[in-house]
T-cell receptor, first 113, second 112 residues
Framework: DGGITQSPKYLFRKEGQNVTLSCEQN?????MYWYRQDPGQGLRLIYY???????QKGDIAEGYSVSREKKESFPLTVTSAQKNPTAFYLC????????????FGPGTRLTVL | QKEVEQNSGPLSVPEGAIASLNCTYS??????FFWYRQYSGKSPELIMS????GDKEDGRFTAQLNKASQYVSLLIRDSQPSDSATYLC????????????FGAGTILRVKS
């Protein structure tokens, strides 16, 4: 089955810890994205990547970092610099970015203890 | 910053009725428009894409686009309780063409 997987489904972080969220896709899509969603809020773009080894900051990149070493993978690290990281994190991909439809993974719910 | 506006709702309709969801956008150059459905606690699911003025129908769903007035709507015919969800409108940011701008979503409740 083609699709986007995210792991873990739930993640708990202690204050001051860095944590990494996994996102993998087997759709052969070039573009991948990370969004954050807070309760009752819309989606806010953290980072996106059009091609391997290249990525751009979105609207709320501070406190986050990404890498794109493989076409299939786009992990997101939530660093200790992110002061309010509790949220629902969504990874998405699209064929080539731009005007293309984006498809979402199941999400990771991060909670800071 | 490009904007996509939606009425947050909740919009309540009886089972079997037509639900009408609206979205306005600020970027006149937008060329494609997407509707996503998001159930509580789940990720968004793409349900409709529309690129040209007019109507596009897919089963019980109809998307309507009016570029001159900068609005796009989603009609759900014969609404079912399983349609109860948040509906997100998304429009590409034509200045930064590689990202979508999402509205905050409209909560739809279908009462049986």
């Amino acid at each position: 089955d083609g699709g986007i997987t995210q792991s873990p489904k739930y993640l708990f972080r202690k204050e001051g810890q860095n944590v990494t969220l996994s996102c993998e896709q087997n759709l052969n899509h070039d573009a991948m994205y990370w969004y954050r969603q807070d309760p009752g809020q819309g989606l806010r773009l953290i980072y996106y990547s059009q091609i391997v080894n290249d990525f751009q900051k979105g609207d709320i990149a501070e406190g986050y970092s990404v890498s794109r070493e493989k076409k299939e993978s786009f992990p997101l690290t939530v660093t200790s610099a992110q002061k309010n990281p509790t949220a629902f994190y969504l990874c998405a991909s699209s064929l080539a970015g731009g005007l293309d439809e984006q498809f979402f993974g199941p999400g990771t719910r991060l909670t800071v203890l | 910053q490009k904007e996509v506006e939606q009425n947050s709702g909740p919009l309540s309709v009886p089972e079997g009725a037509i639900a009408s969801l609206n979205c306005t956008y600020s970027d006149r150059g937008s060329q494609s428009f997407f509707w996503y459905r998001q159930y509580s606690g789940k990720s968004p699911e793409l349900i409709m894409s529309i690129y040209s003025n007019g109507d596009k129908e897919d089963g019980r769903f109809t998307a309507q686009l009016n570029k001159a007035s900068q609005y796009v709507s989603l009609l759900i015919r014969d609404s079912q309780p399983s349609d109860s969800a948040t509906y997100l409108c998304a429009v590409p940011d034509m200045e930064y063409g590689n990202k979508l701008v999402f509205g905050a979503g409209t909560i739809l409740r279908v009462k049986s």
